[in-house]
């Protein structure tokens, strides 16, 4: 249990379990318009996810690391020789794989980089000065879903278009709109618990408006609503029910662990192992039930 523990903290620490959750999300995405996998988009994915986290660790590095009242911010400052290493290795891996895929995939991927990068500097004018978009009421984990859901669907997406495998547009939407929505409810968990540090930096987050506890049910509402639009969806039957059990399961974490322990700081990267969690859940569905 000692080294189940240690691997999960280790994985937070490092941004290895985002830059796995960000891959698996990118290959759910080939799982539901049933095409086979481009390992190469899956690893621009999960590189270039791990390579912004990274950058915004460092740049976020406080005067005195040691002093901080984070533990991960102690822990992996007096180790920073572990960011710089998977950071390397990623942007190898990275530099490989953008010469597997398309030009115009590349300039999408750039494009998304921009959209990203728009979260922490200043694109927008919001009470009479120049802000990123996280310092926009309510605009956060928007602003997030949408990056995301950008990277993890439509990236994928525009690579089949430009390898003519072809893309049927209403699921296209469809998918966009779940995962955006999916997105929302991993994302609120982590504003839930942030609320008096993010009052700190004067950050006008969705909990902030609402309250804890409204904002805990509208978190239950998005995983119903998202349940209710998987059920509705035209996609293969094994992999709804493989997403609807991960739905059920994170309703479950939610209410017995991450809620219960709003105030813990590790208790809410549960939501992150969730997204590969999904992706398991929808891979082994397909895999044990292909005809259904």
């Not at 240690?6 to 759910?28: D, E, K, P």
């Not at 920073?80 to 390397?88: Q, S, Y």
């Not at 939407?173 to 609320?195: N, Y």
């Amino acid at each position: 249990m000692k080294l189940v523990t240690r691997l999960y903290y280790f994985s937070i620490y490092t941004n290895l379990l985002i830059a796995l959750a960000a891959a698996a999300q990118c290959a759910l995405t080939y799982i539901f318009f049933e095409k086979p996998f481009n390992y190469y988009i899956i690893a621009i994915e999960g590189a270039a996810t791990l390579l912004l986290y990274n950058f915004s660790l460092i740049l976020s590095k406080p005067a005195d690391p040691a002093a901080s009242i984070y533990r991960r911010t102690r822990w992996i400052f007096s180790r920073e020789w572990l960011l710089w290493l998977n950071g390397g290795c990623a942007l190898i891996v990275l530099v490989y794989a953008v010469f597997h895929i398309d030009f115009y995939s590349l300039l999408f991927l750039g494009g998304i980089g921009v959209v990203s990068v728009a979260y922490s500097f200043p694109v927008a004018r919001y009470g009479g000065k120049w802000v990123g978009l996280r310092q926009i009421p309510g605009m956060k984990i928007f602003h997030i879903a949408l990056v995301w859901t950008l990277s993890s669907v439509c990236l994928p997406a525009f690579q089949l278009y430009r390898e003519g495998a072809g893309v049927n547009i209403q699921e296209l939407s469809m998918l966009f709109v779940l995962k955006f929505v999916f997105l929302l409810v991993c994302t609120l968990p982590f504003d839930i618990r942030d609320i008096r540090q993010d009052s700190y930096y004067h950050l006008k987050t969705i909990p902030n408006m609402l309250g804890a506890d409204r904002a805990i049910r509208l978190c239950y509402a998005l995983l119903l609503l998202h349940s209710l639009g998987i059920v509705l969806s035209s996609f293969n039957l094994s992999l709804k029910i493989g997403i609807l059990l991960t739905n059920l399961t994170i309703g479950l974490v939610l209410s017995a662990v991450v809620f219960r322990n709003k105030d813990k700081y590790h208790y809410a990267y549960l939501l992150d192992f969730a997204l590969v969690v999904q992706f398991l859940f929808g891979f082994l569905s397909v895999a044990i039930f292909p005809d259904m």
